[in-house]
Nanobody, 116 residues
């Protein structure tokens, strides 16, 4: 079972930046696609950004040009660089990993709060 631990969340003013990290308990060379999702109270969890095992990326329309997802397999870590943050980016951010056997793993979440 893969364990994922997120870090890097916090409180930032609008226009500021944060970098989220997600460290896996095993080599991410063995993990397929990974992603960052976010969720606000009363809403479904939504995909923010995803990255394939080969490095192909996808982004939600409202974060394109502001957020960058990357993975460092040598460090077993997934990143999300968030720039030009807006109050509407406030949410709990979750890391997700897809194993080759079809299991999906989630981190515990990290709170991001953007003040106006």
């Amino acid at each position: 079972q893969v364990q994922l631990v997120e870090s890097g969340g916090g409180l930032v003013q609008a226009g500021g930046s944060l970098r989220l990290s997600c460290t896996a308990s095993e080599s991410t060379f063995n993990i397929n696609a990974m992603g960052w999702y976010r969720q606000t109270p009363g809403k479904q969890r939504e995909l923010v950004a995803g990255i394939s095992r080969g490095g192909s990326t996808t982004y939600a329309d409202d974060v394109k040009g502001r957020f960058t997802i990357s993975r460092d397999n040598a460090k077993n870590t997934l990143y999300l660089q968030m720039n030009s943050l807006k109050p509407e980016d406030t949410a709990v951010y979750y890391c997700e990993a897809n194993s080759p056997t079809g299991w999906i793993y989630w981190g515990q979440g990290t709170q991001v709060t953007v003040s106006s």
